[in-house]
């Protein structure tokens, strides 16, 4: 039954749906909110840093002429290690992470820290690791080399 939910839910459109109930968490929960000095300035800059860790992977795989669909692994066309990718094997979905923990500091409310922490264990399960074995498959000890280099997240 697990197996069924990996490579469902486009990285993107988790990203939309959690970053709405941060948003709705934040505004109808104050439970969990608290004052954070800066908030909106240092959720400004980890929202920018998501977008210009998500476009350095884009302009990679953008590069190396591979697919970024989510749905495909198996139509890669290679192993992307240059750019960003020598820090992240994920940098598309660090940058989401990194954005949507923007959105958790400008709410300034626990669950929404708790939230981004969910949103990392999910796609870890249902995308990276479905990924990683697709591309294991396709190439073989590169691949695998690649893996013991650089590390998923950072």
Same mark, same amino acid.
């Given at each position: 039954m697990m197996k069924s939910l +990996?490579?469902?839910i486009p990285p993107l459109a $988790? @990203?939309?749906v959690f970053a709405v109930a941060l948003w709705v968490v934040g505004k109808y929960f104050p439970a969990g909110? @608290? %004052?954070l000095p800066?908030?909106?300035t240092i959720a400004l800059i980890s929202i920018l840093l998501g977008l210009a860790v998500v476009s350095a992977g884009v302009f990679e795989f953008r590069r190396r002429k591979t697919t970024m669909s989510p749905f495909s692994p198996e139509r890669t066309a290679a192993v992307v290690s240059s750019g960003i990718y020598r820090w992240s094997r994920n940098p598309m979905y660090l940058g989401m992470a990194l %954005? $949507? @923990?923007g959105v958790a500091v400008w709410q300034s409310n626990l669950f929404g820290f708790a939230a981004v $922490? $969910? @949103?990392c264990a999910y796609l870890t399960r249902f995308q990276i690791v479905p +990924? +990683?074995?697709m591309l294991l498959k396709l190439f073989g000890e590169e691949f %695998? %080399?690649?893996m013991n280099q650089v590390r998923r997240w950072i």
């Open positions: +990996e490579l469902r $988790l @990203f939309v909110n @608290f %004052a800066g908030r909106q %954005a $949507l @923990f $922490l $969910l @949103f +990924e +990683e074995r %695998a %080399a690649y």
